[in-house]
């Protein structure tokens, strides 16, 4: 579990895809001082396993699953990436639960001159994003300042622009969103409980 506070900026050095499997190599002398194979790190929120540590740099495997499912996709070497180790259990939790599994692809729109910065997101996810609530933005959690069905904004200030991946994206970049695990599961354990929905046996699901 993440969340959502970006430990550093990392770098992707080398991508090797592979017929099975993509290699990404990621210096970031924060997450690998005490990185071991298996642990967690998330990058740019997805959540990867550690293959290596070599220095300052450990390698990531990605399956074509996530490669299709997050902009990972396009990653080259050279790209900043916003980086953060699995929450350690004595861990200061700062921002909301992260699980670094990625719910869709959003777009970078605008940013205006008081930070309030505009994404295009799918509207399939519009009902677990809401004002106030949180939304994980390439990892980083953040607090939505507004939202409609295909587009949300964010109120950025200059510590996460400058900290983060969010300060140097582009117009038109891709970026992942993780929308607010809790929502989902209260929409999973209530629906049974709304008009309309199926009972099996004559029972709901709260009775199995």
Known sequence: MFTGIVEELGEVTR???????TRLSVRGPVVTSDARHGDSIAVNGVCLTVTGVAGDEFTVDVVPETLNRTSLAGVLPGRAVNLERALAADGRFGGHVVQGHVDGVGTFLSREADGLTHFAYPPSLARYVVEKGSVAVDGVSLTVANAAREEF????????????????TQPGETVNLEVDVLAKYVERLTAVHLPGAPVENGRGEEDR
């Not at 991508?15 to 499997?21: I, L, Y």
Request: charged share 10%; aromatic share 0%.
């Open 153 to 168: 904004a964010i109120a950025l200030i200059p510590t996460t622009l400058n900290a983060t991946t969010l300060g140097r």
């Open 15 to 21: 991508v090797e895809p592979g017929p099975g499997v």
